[in-house]
C-alpha cells in the first residue's frame, strides 16, 4: 500500500486537546520499557525529545530516570500547551523543558546529546531524512538513539481492523488522526532504507507491537 502523507504538524487546537487528553498509557510506558531494555547502561544526563507534543513521553522518561533533565521540541504550539500544565502539575515536570520549533530548523539548547529519542514524529515528517539529519546534527559520539513510531499495514482493510481495535472509543477526530497516522507511516524497509542513506546502517529496525516498530543503535 502506498504511503499517504499527512500535515506535519499538530496545530489545529481541536485535534490537539484530543490527543493531549486520550490515554496513551500503555504504548509510552512501552516505549520507555523497550528503551530501557535496550539501553541498561542508562543513568541520567540530558535527553532530548524530537517531536514531543504535550511531553507526556519526556515526563515518563523524566520520572523513570531521575538523574536525567529531558529537552522536549514540537513545532505545535497547541500541543506543547497542554504539556506546559502537565509539567507543572508532575512530580517530575521540574527536569523536563518543552520547547517550539519546527524541525530541521530548531535548534536544542543542550547539544550534542548523549541521548536522543522520538516517538510518532517519523510518519508526520514528509521528508524522513529529516530527522536522521536533526539527530547526526544534535547527537553526541557514542549517543543513544531510540526511535519508536507506527508501521504502515499492509492494506486498507488492516487499517481499519487497527483503527477499530485501538481507538473504537476515541473521539472521532482521534480516529481519524490515528487512522491517517497509519497511512502516513512508514514500514521497516522503508525505515531500514532511511537509515542506510543516512548512514546509519548498524541501527536495528524491529516491529514491537501490531501497529509500531522501533529504530535505535549509537551514533
Ligand atoms: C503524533 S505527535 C507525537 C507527540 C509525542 N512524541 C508523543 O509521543 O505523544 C507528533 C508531533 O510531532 C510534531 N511535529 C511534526 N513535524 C514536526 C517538525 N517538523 N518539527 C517539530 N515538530 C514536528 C507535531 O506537531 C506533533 O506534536
Given at each position: 500500500m502506498e504511503r499517504r502523507p499527512e500535515p506535519e504538524l499538530m496545530l489545529d487546537p481541536e485535534q490537539a486537546r484530543a490527543y493531549a487528553e486520550a490515554d496513551f498509557a500503555e504504548p509510552h510506558e512501552h516505549f520507555?520499557?523497550?528503551?530501557?531494555?535496550?539501553?541498561?547502561?542508562?543513568?541520567?544526563?540530558?535527553?532530548?525529545?524530537?517531536?514531543c507534543g504535550p511531553g507526556d513521553v519526556s515526563l515518563r522518561l523524566a520520572a523513570r530516570y531521575p538523574a536525567c533533565v529531558v529537552h522536549g521540541i514540537d513545532g505545535a504550539q497547541a500541543m506543547l500547551a497542554a504539556g506546559a500544565a502537565w509539567c507543572r502539575a508532575h512530580p517530575a515536570g521540574s527536569r523536563v523543558q518543552l520547547r517550539m520549533g519546527r524541525l530541521p530548523d530548531a535548534q536544542a539548547p543542550g547539544a550534542p546529546y548523549?541521548?536522543?529519542?522520538?516517538?510518532?514524529?517519523?510518519?508526520?515528517?514528509?521528508d524522513p531524512r529529516v530527522l536522521w539529519d536533526v539527530i547526526l546534527r544534535d547527537g553526541a559520539p557514542g549517543a543513544r538513539v531510540f526511535v519508536m513510531d507506527l508501521c504502515r499495514p499492509e492494506?486498507?482493510?488492516?487499517?481499519?481492523?487497527?483503527?477499530?481495535?485501538?481507538?473504537?472509543?476515541?473521539?472521532e477526530v482521534l480516529r481519524r488522526d490515528f487512522e491517517n497516522s497509519l497511512y502516513a507511516a512508514f514500514t521497516p524497509g522503508e525505515v531500514r532504507a532511511q537509515l542506510g542513506d543516512a548512514g546509519l546502517e548498524a541501527f536495528q529496525v524491529e516491529q514491537v507491537s501490531d501497529r509500531h516498530l522501533v529504530a535505535w543503535g549509537r551514533l
Open positions: 520507555v520499557d523497550l528503551f530501557a531494555e535496550r539501553f541498561p547502561d542508562m543513568a541520567g544526563g540530558a535527553v532530548l525529545d524530537l517531536g548523549e541521548t536522543i529519542v522520538s516517538n510518532s514524529l517519523l510518519h508526520h515528517l514528509h492494506s486498507a482493510q488492516r487499517v481499519s481492523e487497527l483503527v477499530a481495535r485501538h481507538a473504537a472509543t476515541a473521539p
